[in-house]
C-alpha cells in the first residue's frame, strides 16, 4: 500500500507548477432571498431567535409534507438561464439520505439525476481583463440543514460536550451550482478561483435571488484540486474543501491545496479522497471525512413531490427579465465614464457601482459621483461601521451638494461637514448652510482683515513669498481657515496676499 | 331509542339529528358507553387506543346549541354534523395523542391538525378518539400495535384485520358509525372484508395527506370506514378536496359520491372479473360469495366479462420493495433528536450516532426494522436498479394492465382478501404469509385507482368482502356498483352488519376492572 505521507511538507507555489498541472472544480451554493422556505410557507429570515421560523414541514414532524416554492423554481431558472444552461422542462427532487441531527427528516431535498439546469458556462473576468470560461455542469434545487453549534471541545461535533440545533435555516432554499472540470488554468488558477466565485456572486446579485452576502453564508464555496503531472491528461485524486467563504479564502485555499498536492505527490505519497476544512487564521486546510465516490445517499425520487414541469413559455418569459450580464454592464461603464482601470477596478471591490450610475443618471458627472461615493460617503459609512449603501445618502444630495461648491457658495471641505450634518437630520444641505451659516466668505473686507492678522503673525512666511516661492502661501491660507472658521475661499485668499506683495 | 342509537347507520344518525329525535350529546354518550363496554379490559376488543370524552361531547353540546338556535347557523351545518367518528392513530390531531401504535411516539402530541381532521373538526363531527393499528401501518393483522391487538367483533379470538384493525373493529362494533383509515396495500379494505365493513381507498390524490404520518408515499391514502357504502361515500365527500399542503392532491371538484352509492342500477355497466384475483390461494367460502355476488349483478342487468392482468402476479413482490424503500426513508425521521421516544445506550460514549441507534433499536418493533432494513437494501448502491427500478417498471405494467381493463370493463371486480379472518397469532411468525393476505388490494396502490370493499356475505359466520376496482378519478363508478350490489344482498336479508353476534359486554367490563 502506498504510504500517503499526509505530513510532507507543501512545495512552493511556483515549484508545485513547474511539475503539475491543477484542475479546479467548484460547487458554489447560492442561498435564496424568497420570503419563504423551499419546501414550507416559515419564513426564510436571517439572525432571529432559534427555531422561531419553523414549521412542522421544515422540523420534519410526522405526516408533515413538502411543497415546491414556486418562487424558488424562478430563481432557479433565472438563474440557470444566466448561467447560459439549458433548462429542464421536467425534472424531480429527490431524497438525499444520510443520518445527520441538523437534517431533520435524516434526508436532504436536493435533485439527483435531474437538475433544473444544466450544460452552461460563465465568462469570468481575470485582473488583467483576460476572459476565461469556466464550463457549469448544472445547477441544482435543494434545501438547507439547520445550524449546529456544537458545546465544549474543539467547536467541531467530535469531542464536544453537547450540540445545539437551529432549524430556522433548515429548509432555506438553495442552488448548488457545478462546474465541470476547469483544466488549462495553470499558474492563474488561484486567481481564476476567485474570479469565478466574485463572478457567480455579481451574478446572483444582479438577479437579485441572493442577498449574495458571503460573510453570512448566502454564498458558499466548496473547491475541488486535483493535480496532474505535466504532459498527462490523467486527473489526479481531488480534496474537496469546504466552506471557503470570501473570496480571498478560496485564492488562499486553492493555493495552499495546489502546495499541499504538490508536496505529498513529490514526497512519492498518494492524495486521500477526503473533505478538507479551511482555516483561515493559518491559512491551511486540515483533513474532514473521507469520500468516495461509493458514498451512497441511497438517492430516490422524492415521491411527495410532483415533476415540476417548466414550459418553454414561462422559460422565455424569466428570460426576457434577465439583466444585463454583469461583466458586460461593467465593459459599458467603465467606458462610458472614463475611469482609469484602478479607479474603476476600486469601485466595483467597494460594491458602488449601483450606486454611482444612479448617481450619474441623476445628472452628476462621473467624476463628481466618484468623488463622493468613493470618498467622503465611503469613509463616514466606515467611521460609524455600517456599509456606504445604508447611509441612505441619495443622488439628490449630492448633486445639491456639488452644486453649492460649483457656486462657490462652500468649499469642499464645508461640502463634508455637510453632508455630515445632513446625515445625522439637520435637513438639505442648502438649508444647512444657511442654517448654520457656512456660506464661503468671499467678503473682501472681512478677508482682508484675516490675511493682513496672518501675514502680520507669519513674517518668515511673508518673507519667503515675497522672494517668490509662491508654494508657501499655503502655510497663510491655514491660519486665515482658522480666522474664519474654515469658510473663506482659498482662491481668494491666495490672491489677496499675492496682491499686497505685489508678486505673480 | 338510547339503547338502540349505535345501531344506526351515519345517514340515520344525521336524519334523526336534523330533525331533533336525538341530540347529539346524547349520540356521543351513547358510542362512549358502547366503547366502556366493549372496548377494555383482557377480552375487551381494544380497537381505541386514547377514547377524548370531553371533546367529543364538547362538540356535541356545540352542535347541538346550534340546532337549538335554529337560524342561518343550523342551516349551514353540515349534514354529518353531530354524528362521532373515530380517527386512525396514524393520522395527527391537536390535543389528542398520535402515536402511530408505535413505542416510538408514545405519549406525543401533534402541534398540528392533518388537513383531513380540520375539515373534520370544521363539519364538527365529535371526534371520539384514536383507534389502533399494526406499528406504522405495517400490517394485516393489528397484531404488530406495540399497545396490544384489537379483536374482531365477529370473533375476538381472530384478527379485525390490518394495518386499520382497530377503525374497521370499533365500526363493526358500533362504538362509532364512522372511521378514518388509511390504505398503503389494503388497510382499509382488508379489514373492512374481515369485519364485514365497508372500506374505501379513494383515488391517490382525491383525499391529502398531509398529517397522516407516511408509510409509503407514492402508495399511502386516507379513506373512510362505516358499515354502509352511502355513509362511506358521504365521509369521502366530507375528507376529498384539493389542499395546496400536499403537492399530490388533485385539484378536482369533489364528485357527489353519496348520490352516486345511492344509485342502484347496474343493467349495462360491464363488471370485469380478474382473471389472476381468484382461484389458488382463495378459500373456498370466499369464492362462493364471490361467485354469488357476480350472479345477483348479472341478474340486475349488469354484464359479467373476465380480464387478464398479467402483471399482477409480480404485483406483491413489486410492492414488497416500492413500500419498504418508501417507508425506510419516511420513518428516518423517528431519531431521538426532535421528538417522540429517545433512548441512551447503556454504556459507551453518548454520541448522536449511538443515541439514534438505541432509540431506533428500543423504539420500532420487529415487523418495522424488517421493513426499514428491506427499503434501506433495496434503495442501496449497486441494487437500486434491480430492486427499486424494476419494481417501478412492474408498477408500470399494472398500471398498463388496469388500461387495458378498463377499455373491457367499466369497473373491476374480486374478493377483497383471500380469507375470511384468520386467528390471532396464525401468521404472526411467518411474514410471507400475511403479506399474501393483500394480493388482491395492493394492485390498486400500485396503480392509484380507487377501490371499495362492501361485504359479500358469511363464510363459517365471518365476514367476506367483495372488492371494486374503478379507473382514478372515478371513485363514483365503485361507489355505484358497490352501493348496487350492497343492495342487491340486502334485499331479503338484513345488512350483515346487523347480524355481528352480541359482544359479552360483562366479560369485557369485569375484565377492565
Given at each position: 500500500?502506498?504510504?500517503?505521507?499526509?505530513?510532507?511538507?507543501?512545495?512552493?507555489?511556483?515549484?508545485?507548477?513547474?511539475?503539475?498541472?491543477?484542475?479546479?472544480?467548484?460547487?458554489?451554493?447560492?442561498?435564496?432571498?424568497?420570503?419563504?422556505?423551499?419546501?414550507?410557507?416559515?419564513?426564510?429570515?436571517?439572525?432571529?431567535?432559534?427555531?422561531?421560523?419553523?414549521?412542522?414541514?421544515?422540523?420534519?414532524?410526522?405526516?408533515?409534507?413538502?411543497?415546491?416554492?414556486?418562487?424558488?423554481?424562478?430563481?432557479?431558472?433565472?438563474?440557470?438561464?444566466?448561467?447560459?444552461?439549458?433548462?429542464?422542462?421536467?425534472?424531480?427532487?429527490?431524497?438525499?439520505?444520510?443520518?445527520?441531527?441538523?437534517?431533520?427528516?435524516?434526508?436532504?431535498?436536493?435533485?439527483?439525476?435531474?437538475?433544473?439546469?444544466?450544460?452552461?458556462?460563465?465568462?469570468?473576468?481575470?485582473?488583467?481583463?483576460?476572459?476565461?470560461?469556466?464550463?457549469?455542469?448544472?445547477?441544482?434545487?435543494?434545501?438547507?440543514?439547520?445550524?449546529?453549534?456544537?458545546?465544549?471541545?474543539?467547536?467541531?461535533?467530535?469531542?464536544?460536550?453537547?450540540?445545539?440545533?437551529?432549524?430556522?435555516?433548515?429548509?432555506?432554499?438553495?442552488?448548488?451550482?457545478?462546474?465541470?472540470?476547469?483544466?488549462?488554468?495553470?499558474?492563474?488558477?488561484?486567481?481564476?478561483?476567485?474570479?469565478?466565485?466574485?463572478?457567480?456572486?455579481?451574478?446572483?446579485?444582479?438577479?437579485?435571488?441572493?442577498?449574495?452576502?458571503?460573510?453570512?453564508?448566502?454564498?458558499?464555496?466548496?473547491?475541488?484540486?486535483?493535480?496532474?503531472?505535466?504532459?498527462?491528461?490523467?486527473?489526479?485524486?481531488?480534496?474537496?474543501?469546504?466552506?471557503?467563504?470570501?473570496?480571498?479564502?478560496?485564492?488562499?485555499?486553492?493555493?495552499?491545496?495546489?502546495?499541499?498536492?504538490?508536496?505529498?505527490?513529490?514526497?512519492?505519497?498518494?492524495?486521500?479522497?477526503?473533505?478538507?476544512?479551511?482555516?483561515?487564521?493559518?491559512?491551511?486546510?486540515?483533513?474532514?471525512?473521507?469520500?468516495?465516490?461509493?458514498?451512497?445517499?441511497?438517492?430516490?425520487?422524492?415521491?411527495?413531490?410532483?415533476?415540476?414541469?417548466?414550459?418553454?413559455?414561462?422559460?422565455?418569459?424569466?428570460?426576457?427579465?434577465?439583466?444585463?450580464?454583469?461583466?458586460?454592464?461593467?465593459?459599458?461603464?467603465?467606458?462610458?465614464?472614463?475611469?482609469?482601470?484602478?479607479?474603476?477596478?476600486?469601485?466595483?471591490?467597494?460594491?458602488?457601482?449601483?450606486?454611482?450610475?444612479?448617481?450619474?443618471?441623476?445628472?452628476?458627472?462621473?467624476?463628481?459621483?466618484?468623488?463622493?461615493?468613493?470618498?467622503?460617503?465611503?469613509?463616514?459609512?466606515?467611521?460609524?461601521?455600517?456599509?456606504?449603501?445604508?447611509?441612505?445618502?441619495?443622488?439628490?444630495?449630492?448633486?445639491?451638494?456639488?452644486?453649492?461648491?460649483?457656486?462657490?457658495?462652500?468649499?469642499?471641505?464645508?461640502?463634508?461637514?455637510?453632508?455630515?450634518?445632513?446625515?445625522?437630520?439637520?435637513?438639505?444641505?442648502?438649508?444647512?448652510?444657511?442654517?448654520?451659516?457656512?456660506?464661503?466668505?468671499?467678503?473682501?473686507?472681512?478677508?482682508?482683515?484675516?490675511?493682513?492678522?496672518?501675514?502680520?503673525?507669519?513674517?518668515?512666511?511673508?518673507?519667503?513669498?515675497?522672494?517668490?516661492?509662491?508654494?508657501?502661501?499655503?502655510?497663510?491660507?491655514?491660519?486665515?481657515?482658522?480666522?474664519?472658521?474654515?469658510?473663506?475661499?482659498?482662491?481668494?485668499?491666495?490672491?489677496?496676499?499675492?496682491?499686497?506683495?505685489?508678486?505673480? | 331509542?338510547?339503547?338502540?342509537?349505535?345501531?344506526?347507520?351515519?345517514?340515520?344518525?344525521?336524519?334523526?339529528?336534523?330533525?331533533?329525535?336525538?341530540?347529539s350529546v346524547?349520540l356521543v354518550?351513547?358510542?362512549?358507553?358502547?366503547?366502556?363496554?366493549?372496548?377494555?379490559?383482557?377480552?375487551?376488543?381494544?380497537?381505541?387506543?386514547?377514547?377524548s370524552r370531553d371533546e367529543a361531547l364538547a362538540t356535541a353540546e356545540e352542535v347541538d346549541a346550534i340546532?337549538?338556535?335554529?337560524?342561518?347557523?343550523?342551516?349551514?351545518l353540515?349534514?354529518l354534523a353531530g354524528v362521532p367518528i373515530?380517527?386512525?392513530?396514524?393520522?395527527?390531531?391537536?390535543g389528542?395523542?398520535?402515536?402511530?401504535?408505535?413505542?416510538?411516539?408514545?405519549?406525543?402530541?401533534?402541534?398540528?391538525?392533518?388537513?383531513?381532521?380540520?375539515?373534520i373538526r370544521a363539519a364538527k363531527l365529535p371526534i371520539l378518539?384514536?383507534?389502533?393499528?399494526?406499528?406504522?401501518?405495517?400490517?394485516?393483522?393489528?397484531?404488530?400495535?406495540?399497545?396490544?391487538?384489537?379483536?374482531?367483533?365477529?370473533?375476538?379470538?381472530?384478527?379485525?384485520?390490518?394495518?386499520?384493525?382497530?377503525?374497521?373493529?370499533?365500526?363493526?362494533?358500533?362504538?362509532?358509525?364512522?372511521?378514518?383509515?388509511?390504505?398503503?396495500?389494503?388497510?382499509?379494505?382488508?379489514?373492512?372484508?374481515?369485519?364485514?365493513?365497508?372500506?374505501?381507498?379513494?383515488?391517490?390524490?382525491?383525499?391529502?395527506?398531509?398529517?397522516?404520518?407516511?408509510?409509503?408515499?407514492?402508495?399511502?391514502?386516507?379513506?373512510?370506514?362505516?358499515?354502509?357504502?352511502?355513509?362511506?361515500?358521504?365521509?369521502?365527500?366530507?375528507?376529498?378536496?384539493?389542499?395546496?399542503?400536499?403537492?399530490?392532491?388533485?385539484?378536482?371538484?369533489?364528485?357527489?359520491?353519496?348520490?352516486?352509492?345511492?344509485?342502484?342500477?347496474?343493467?349495462?355497466?360491464?363488471?370485469?372479473?380478474?382473471?389472476?384475483?381468484?382461484?389458488?390461494?382463495?378459500?373456498?367460502?370466499?369464492?362462493?360469495?364471490?361467485?354469488?355476488?357476480?350472479?345477483?349483478?348479472?341478474?340486475?342487468?349488469?354484464?359479467?366479462?373476465?380480464?387478464?392482468?398479467?402483471?399482477?402476479?409480480?404485483?406483491?413482490?413489486?410492492?414488497?420493495?416500492?413500500?419498504?424503500?418508501?417507508?425506510?426513508?419516511?420513518?428516518?425521521?423517528?431519531?431521538?433528536?426532535?421528538?417522540?421516544?429517545?433512548?441512551?445506550?447503556?454504556?459507551?460514549?453518548?454520541?448522536?450516532?449511538?443515541?439514534?441507534?438505541?432509540?431506533?433499536?428500543?423504539?420500532?418493533?420487529?415487523?418495522?426494522?424488517?421493513?426499514?432494513?428491506?427499503?434501506?437494501?433495496?434503495?442501496?448502491?449497486?441494487?437500486?436498479?434491480?430492486?427499486?427500478?424494476?419494481?417501478?417498471?412492474?408498477?408500470?405494467?399494472?398500471?398498463?394492465?388496469?388500461?387495458?381493463?378498463?377499455?373491457?370493463?367499466?369497473?373491476?371486480?374480486?374478493?377483497?382478501?383471500?380469507?375470511?379472518?384468520?386467528?390471532?397469532?396464525?401468521?404472526?411468525?411467518?411474514?410471507?404469509?400475511?403479506?399474501?393476505?393483500?394480493?388482491?388490494?395492493?394492485?390498486?396502490?400500485?396503480?392509484?385507482?380507487?377501490?371499495?370493499?362492501?361485504?359479500?356475505?358469511?363464510?363459517?359466520?365471518?365476514?367476506?368482502?367483495?372488492?371494486?376496482?374503478?379507473?382514478?378519478?372515478?371513485?363514483?363508478?365503485?361507489?355505484?356498483?358497490?352501493?348496487?350490489?350492497?343492495?342487491?344482498?340486502?334485499?331479503?336479508?338484513?345488512?350483515?352488519?346487523?347480524?355481528?353476534?352480541?359482544?359479552?359486554?360483562?366479560?369485557?367490563?369485569?375484565?377492565?376492572?
Amino acid at each position: 500500500m502506498t504510504e500517503t505521507l499526509p505530513d510532507a511538507a507543501p512545495l512552493s507555489f511556483q515549484d508545485a507548477l513547474e511539475q503539475f498541472d491543477p484542475v479546479l472544480g467548484f460547487e458554489v451554493h447560492v442561498e435564496l432571498n424568497t420570503a419563504t422556505k423551499m419546501f414550507s410557507a416559515a419564513p426564510n429570515a436571517f439572525g432571529d431567535e432559534p427555531n422561531t421560523n419553523v414549521s412542522p414541514v421544515c422540523l420534519g414532524l410526522p405526516g408533515a409534507l413538502p411543497v415546491v416554492n414556486e418562487k424558488a423554481v424562478e430563481s432557479a431558472i433565472r438563474l440557470g438561464l444566466a448561467l447560459n444552461c439549458s433548462i429542464a422542462e421536467s425534472c424531480r427532487f429527490a431524497r438525499k439520505q444520510y443520518f445527520y441531527p441538523d437534517t431533520p427528516k435524516n434526508w436532504q431535498t436536493s435533485q439527483y439525476d435531474e437538475p433544473i439546469a444544466h450544460d452552461g458556462h460563465l465568462d469570468v473576468e481575470l485582473d488583467d481583463g483576460e476572459i476565461f470560461r469556466v464550463e457549469i455542469e448544472r445547477a441544482h434545487m435543494e434545501e438547507d440543514a439547520g445550524k449546529l453549534t456544537h458545546q465544549g471541545g474543539s467547536g467541531r461535533i467530535q469531542g464536544a460536550d453537547s450540540s445545539l440545533v437551529d432549524y430556522n435555516r433548515a429548509g432555506v432554499p438553495l442552488i448548488e451550482i457545478v462546474t465541470k472540470p476547469i483544466v488549462g488554468a495553470g499558474s492563474r488558477a488561484p486567481e481564476i478561483a476567485r474570479a469565478y466565485v466574485s463572478a457567480v456572486r455579481d451574478v446572483v446579485k444582479a438577479l437579485d435571488i441572493s442577498d449574495a452576502r458571503m460573510e453570512r453564508g448566502n454564498v458558499r464555496c466548496d473547491a475541488n484540486v486535483s493535480l496532474m503531472p505535466k504532459g498527462s491528461s490523467t486527473f489526479g485524486t481531488r480534496s474537496e474543501t469546504k466552506n471557503v467563504n470570501s473570496m480571498r479564502a478560496v485564492e488562499h485555499a486553492v493555493t495552499f491545496e495546489i502546495r499541499r498536492h504538490a508536496g505529498v505527490l513529490t514526497a512519492g505519497g498518494s492524495i486521500v479522497q477526503e473533505t478538507r476544512h479551511w482555516n483561515e487564521d493559518t491559512r491551511t486546510t486540515s483533513s474532514g471525512r473521507p469520500k468516495s465516490d461509493a458514498d451512497d445517499y441511497r438517492y430516490f425520487p422524492e415521491p411527495d413531490l410532483v415533476p415540476i414541469v417548466s414550459s418553454p413559455e414561462w422559460i422565455e418569459e424569466l428570460r426576457s427579465t434577465l439583466p444585463e450580464p454583469p461583466a458586460e454592464r461593467r465593459r459599458r461603464l467603465r467606458e462610458a465614464w472614463g475611469y482609469s482601470d484602478a479607479e474603476f477596478r476600486d469601485v466595483v471591490a467597494a460594491g458602488l457601482l449601483d450606486e454611482i450610475e444612479e448617481t450619474v443618471a441623476s445628472g452628476a458627472s462621473p467624476a463628481t459621483a466618484r468623488k463622493w461615493w468613493m470618498g467622503e460617503i465611503s469613509r463616514l459609512a466606515n467611521a460609524r461601521d455600517v456599509e456606504p449603501t445604508a447611509l441612505g445618502v441619495q443622488s439628490a444630495t449630492i448633486i445639491e451638494l456639488s452644486g453649492l461648491i460649483d457656486e462657490g457658495r462652500i468649499n469642499d471641505k464645508i461640502a463634508r461637514q455637510v453632508l455630515e450634518f445632513h446625515l445625522d437630520g439637520e435637513g438639505s444641505p442648502a438649508e444647512i448652510v444657511s442654517a448654520r451659516g457656512l456660506e464661503v466668505v468671499s467678503d473682501d473686507g472681512a478677508l482682508t482683515a484675516a490675511v493682513e492678522k496672518a501675514m502680520a503673525e507669519n513674517p518668515d512666511v511673508v518673507e519667503k513669498v515675497a522672494g517668490g516661492k509662491l508654494k508657501a502661501i499655503g502655510a497663510l491660507i491655514g491660519p486665515v481657515m482658522k480666522e474664519t472658521r474654515g469658510q473663506a475661499d482659498a482662491g481668494k485668499v491666495r490672491e489677496i496676499v499675492m496682491e499686497k506683495l505685489g508678486v505673480s | 331509542m338510547t339503547a338502540d342509537m349505535t345501531r344506526l347507520t351515519a345517514v340515520q344518525m344525521a336524519e334523526a339529528l336534523r330533525v331533533g329525535e336525538i341530540t347529539s350529546v346524547d349520540l356521543v354518550r351513547a358510542h362512549l358507553d358502547r366503547i366502556d363496554a366493549v372496548d377494555g379490559g383482557e377480552a375487551g376488543l381494544n380497537a381505541f387506543l386514547h377514547v377524548s370524552r370531553d371533546e367529543a361531547l364538547a362538540t356535541a353540546e356545540e352542535v347541538d346549541a346550534i340546532r337549538a338556535a335554529g337560524g342561518a347557523e343550523a342551516e349551514a351545518l353540515h349534514p354529518l354534523a353531530g354524528v362521532p367518528i373515530a380517527i386512525k392513530d396514524l393520522i395527527v390531531t391537536v390535543g389528542q395523542p398520535t402515536t402511530a401504535g408505535s413505542k416510538m411516539l408514545e405519549d406525543w402530541m401533534s402541534p398540528y391538525d392533518a388537513t383531513v381532521v380540520e375539515r373534520i373538526r370544521a363539519a364538527k363531527l365529535p371526534i371520539l378518539g384514536k383507534t389502533n393499528l399494526d406499528e406504522f401501518a405495517m400490517g394485516s393483522s393489528t397484531e404488530h400495535s406495540a399497545y396490544g391487538v384489537t379483536r374482531n367483533p365477529w370473533d375476538t379470538d381472530r384478527i379485525p384485520g390490518g394495518s386499520g384493525g382497530g377503525s374497521a373493529a370499533a365500526v363493526a362494533a358500533f362504538e362509532a358509525p364512522l372511521a378514518l383509515g388509511t390504505d398503503t396495500g389494503g388497510s382499509i379494505r382488508q379489514p373492512g372484508a374481515v369485519t364485514g365493513t365497508v372500506g374505501t381507498k379513494p383515488t391517490y390524490g382525491s383525499v391529502s395527506r398531509y398529517g397522516a404520518i407516511a408509510m409509503a408515499s407514492s402508495l399511502d391514502q386516507i379513506g373512510p370506514v362505516a358499515r354502509t357504502t352511502e355513509d362511506a361515500a358521504l365521509l369521502h365527500e366530507l375528507i376529498a378536496g384539493h389542499d395546496p399542503k400536499d403537492s399530490t392532491s388533485l385539484p378536482d371538484e369533489v364528485p357527489a359520491f353519496g348520490e352516486a352509492a345511492r344509485t342502484t342500477d347496474v343493467s349495462g355497466l360491464r363488471i370485469g372479473v380478474i382473471k389472476q384475483l381468484q382461484g389458488e390461494g382463495y378459500q373456498d367460502g370466499v369464492l362462493a360469495r364471490f361467485q354469488e355476488s357476480l350472479d345477483a349483478l348479472r341478474e340486475a342487468g349488469a354484464e359479467i366479462v373476465e380480464v387478464d392482468c398479467p402483471s399482477f402476479e409480480h404485483a406483491l413482490s413489486a410492492y414488497y420493495l416500492i413500500m419498504p424503500s418508501e417507508a425506510s426513508s419516511n420513518l428516518a425521521r423517528f431519531d431521538g433528536v426532535r421528538y417522540g421516544a429517545r433512548v441512551e445506550p447503556e454504556d459507551g460514549p453518548l454520541t448522536i450516532e449511538r443515541v439514534m441507534g438505541a432509540t431506533r433499536a428500543a423504539g420500532f418493533g420487529d415487523e418495522v426494522k424488517r421493513r426499514i432494513i428491506l427499503g434501506t437494501y433495496a434503495l442501496s448502491a449497486g441494487y437500486y436498479d434491480a430492486y427499486y427500478g424494476s419494481a417501478q417498471k412492474v408498477r408500470t405494467l399494472i398500471q398498463r394492465d388496469f388500461a387495458a381493463a378498463f377499455e373491457q370493463a367499466d369497473v373491476l371486480i374480486s374478493p377483497t382478501a383471500p380469507t375470511v379472518a384468520f386467528p390471532l397469532g396464525e401468521k404472526l411468525d411467518d411474514p410471507l404469509a400475511m403479506y399474501l393476505n393483500d394480493v388482491a388490494t395492493i394492485p390498486a396502490n400500485l396503480a392509484g385507482i380507487p377501490g371499495i370493499s362492501v361485504p359479500g356475505g358469511l363464510s363459517d359466520g365471518l365476514p367476506v368482502g367483495i372488492q371494486f376496482l374503478a379507473p382514478a378519478r372515478e371513485d363514483a363508478r365503485a361507489y355505484r356498483a358497490a352501493g348496487a350490489l350492497e343492495t342487491l344482498l340486502t334485499a331479503d336479508a338484513e345488512p350483515l352488519w346487523a347480524q355481528a353476534p352480541e359482544l359479552s359486554t360483562a366479560a369485557a367490563q369485569t375484565a377492565g376492572e
